[in-house]
């Protein structure tokens, strides 16, 4: 089967590294990478804790492109976690309003935080590489950001024969990124600041579920040597405990586990961290990362909120340029006025007029579930969908950004164009590495997750 690069093509893979397009003309020489059974190590990867399935392609990214997803990964999300101090003062019935949220339950997010734990948030933002360049689309902010297989992954990727062929025959310089050596060293780093004197640091990883728990052993063994090896590096011994909360002793002023006090937790409950936990935390005694402020910053609202003010006085000029390269015109949807490309609108009657470029999507959804995207829609479903989203808990409406077309292996034997979405990992302010998934262009209806069927692929950092 011969491969065709259009222009298109060229132009969406040169884009992120000359070697994508290499690799194209390397599958197009060696009929082998076209079909899908010459990738065993990938496609027959599973287990239990994920429903990611691995694509046999990787894509590779260059120097200058890693730079722009750090950077732009890393300033929306500082500008995110600045969204109650510097729009709402921290104001949580100001918050709870605009929200729709209970003020009880925003009490609960902000009251267990504070500057310094917001500054070590984790998140990771879901970029698309549109024709108009880089755009975030969206910002997880649980704990629970996925991430932790791509060391595993990695490897894998480095076995296939094919790919390790196409890398050893153009003398690729592979940068060395280990997602999970990351976030361990962040957690440290991060914990050494709650406990400077300790000579030991326990975290456990906090799962609702014992068969979770148990499940986990083997990314959990993997985990305490990297954890074990960043832990040296400051002179420190301890383990990642993966657990639930019942197995946690809170009879004392600490947490512990069996006989190991346990310095930090990683939420692993998507910011349903127990209550009886949380005034270990406010004391100071163990850390909670990110805990149940996770809950209220994952709200889709917070890009709204930056793209409504985007010409606020509230942002420096620099973060104001920010908000306009990569944040797509965003808006809470209520039956008022706003702005759209400097000129008010009618946001109602706007959004009943451009379903074609719009998205329609919950505040509080999760995992592209109820996501609208207008150009799969039908008219007349598009006017019910924006009448209930008028009504009742908060939705968002974004403009519709258009995915390039990337050619990747589809089928037991071919290729075709792929819609793909960039999962980049952010640990407080320092870039961690990217997470692809991806659909066929034909079987895409906008909305790029597992849940939706995506697979999940590789990008490797190339020195070039």
Same mark, same amino acid.
């Given at each position: 089967?011969?491969?065709?690069?259009?222009?298109?093509?060229?132009?969406?893979?040169?884009?992120?590294?000359?070697?994508?397009?290499?690799?194209?003309?390397?599958?197009?020489?060696?009929?082998?990478?076209?079909?899908?059974?010459?990738?065993?190590?990938?496609?027959?990867?599973?287990?239990?804790?994920?429903?990611? $399935?691995?694509?046999?392609? =990787?894509?590779?990214?260059?120097?200058?492109?890693? $730079?722009?997803?750090?950077? %732009?990964?890393?300033?929306?999300?500082?500008?995110?976690?600045?969204?109650?101090?510097?729009?709402?003062?921290?104001?949580?019935?100001?918050?709870?309003?605009?929200?729709?949220?209970?003020?009880?339950?925003?009490?609960?997010? +902000?009251?267990?935080?504070? @500057?310094?734990?917001?500054?070590?948030?984790?998140?990771?933002?879901?970029?698309?590489?549109?024709? %108009?360049?880089?755009?975030?689309?969206?910002?997880?902010?649980?704990?629970?950001?996925?991430?932790?297989?791509?060391?595993?992954?990695?490897?894998?990727?480095?076995?296939?024969?094919?790919?390790?062929?196409?890398?050893?025959?153009?003398?690729?310089?592979?940068?060395?990124?280990?997602?999970?050596?990351?976030?361990?060293?962040?957690?440290? #780093?991060?914990?050494?600041?709650?406990?400077?004197?300790?000579?030991?640091?326990?975290?456990? !990883?906090?799962?609702?579920?014992?068969?979770?728990?148990?499940?986990?052993?083997?990314?959990?063994?993997?985990?305490?040597?990297?954890?074990?090896?960043?832990?040296?590096?400051?002179?420190?011994?301890?383990?990642?405990?993966?657990?639930?909360?019942?197995?946690?002793?809170?009879?004392?002023?600490?947490?512990?586990?069996?006989?190991?006090?346990?310095?930090?937790?990683?939420?692993?409950?998507?910011? @349903?961290?127990?209550?009886?936990? +949380?005034?270990?935390?406010?004391?100071?005694?163990?850390?909670?990362?990110?805990?149940?402020?996770?809950?209220?910053?994952?709200?889709?609202?917070?890009? %709204?909120?930056?793209?409504?003010?985007?010409?606020?006085?509230?942002?420096? =000029?620099?973060?104001?340029?920010?908000?306009?390269?990569?944040?797509?015109?965003?808006? $809470?949807?209520?039956?008022?006025?706003?702005?759209?490309?400097?000129? $008010?609108?009618?946001?109602?009657?706007?959004?009943?007029?451009?379903?074609?470029?719009?998205?329609?999507?919950?505040?509080?959804?999760?995992?592209?579930?109820?996501?609208?995207?207008?150009?799969?829609?039908? #008219?007349?479903?598009?006017?019910?969908? !924006?009448?209930?989203?008028?009504?009742?808990?908060?939705?968002? %409406?974004?403009?519709?950004?258009?995915?390039?077309?990337?050619?990747?292996?589809?089928?037991?034997?071919?290729?075709?164009?792929?819609?793909?979405?960039?999962?980049?990992?952010?640990?407080?302010?320092?870039?961690?590495?990217?997470?692809?998934?991806?659909?066929?262009?034909?079987?895409?209806?906008?909305?790029?997750?597992?849940?939706?069927?995506?697979?999940?692929?590789?990008?490797?950092?190339?020195?070039?």
């Amino acid at each position: 089967m011969n491969i065709t690069i259009t222009t298109a093509i060229r132009e969406a893979h040169e884009t992120l590294s000359p070697s994508n397009v290499k690799f194209l003309e390397y599958a197009g020489k060696n009929p082998g990478c076209l079909r899908r059974s010459q990738f065993p190590e990938l496609i027959n990867w599973h287990h239990f804790s994920t429903k990611a $399935k691995l694509h046999p392609w =990787p894509l590779f990214v260059s120097r200058h492109t890693r $730079k722009e997803l750090a950077d %732009a990964s890393v300033n929306v999300f500082e500008l995110i976690k600045s969204i109650p101090r510097r729009i709402f003062s921290n104001d949580t019935e100001r918050i709870s309003r605009y929200y729709g949220l209970p003020l009880e339950y925003v009490n609960r997010c +902000l009251e267990w935080s504070h @500057d310094k734990h917001m500054e070590n948030l984790m998140g990771r933002g879901d970029f698309i590489f549109s024709m %108009a360049g880089l755009k975030c689309i969206e910002y997880n902010i649980t704990s629970n950001l996925g991430g932790w297989w791509l060391p595993i992954w990695e490897s894998l990727y480095l076995q296939n024969p094919l790919i390790s062929g196409f890398i050893n025959s153009h003398k690729l310089k592979i940068t060395d990124k280990n997602l999970m050596s990351i976030i361990l060293g962040h957690f440290i #780093e991060t914990t050494l600041e709650y406990f400077p004197n300790e000579n030991e640091m326990n975290l456990a !990883v906090l799962v609702h579920d014992r068969e979770l728990v148990e499940s986990m052993a083997e990314p959990g063994k993997y985990a305490n040597r990297v954890y074990k090896d960043c832990l040296q590096r400051n002179r420190l011994k301890g383990d990642v405990i993966f657990c639930t909360s019942d197995e946690l002793d809170m009879t004392g002023e600490y947490l512990y586990h069996k006989d190991k006090k346990v310095h930090a937790l990683y939420d692993f409950c998507f910011g @349903d961290v127990p209550a009886e936990l +949380l005034p270990f935390f406010k004391k100071g005694n163990v850390l909670i990362l990110n805990g149940p402020v996770g809950g209220l910053m994952s709200n889709k609202l917070k890009l %709204a909120l930056l793209s409504e003010h985007e010409d606020s006085d509230l942002f420096t =000029p620099g973060e104001k340029e920010t908000i306009k390269k990569y944040i797509p015109w965003t808006r $809470k949807v209520v039956d008022g006025i706003t702005t759209y490309g400097g000129e $008010k609108i009618k946001l109602k009657d706007f959004l009943l007029s451009h379903r074609e470029k719009l998205v329609l999507k919950p505040a509080r959804g999760m995992g592209g579930e109820n996501v609208h995207v207008g150009h799969y829609i039908p #008219e007349s479903q598009w006017e019910t969908l !924006v009448s209930e989203a008028l009504l009742g808990e908060p939705w968002v %409406a974004q403009e519709r950004i258009e995915f390039p077309p990337f050619l990747l292996q589809w089928g037991e034997n071919g290729c075709t164009e792929h819609d793909i979405a960039w999962g980049v990992f952010v640990l407080g302010n320092r870039y961690g590495g990217v997470l692809l998934r991806g659909l066929p262009r034909q079987n895409s209806n906008g909305i790029i997750n597992t849940r939706q069927g995506a697979w999940s692929s590789l990008v490797f950092e190339v020195d070039e």
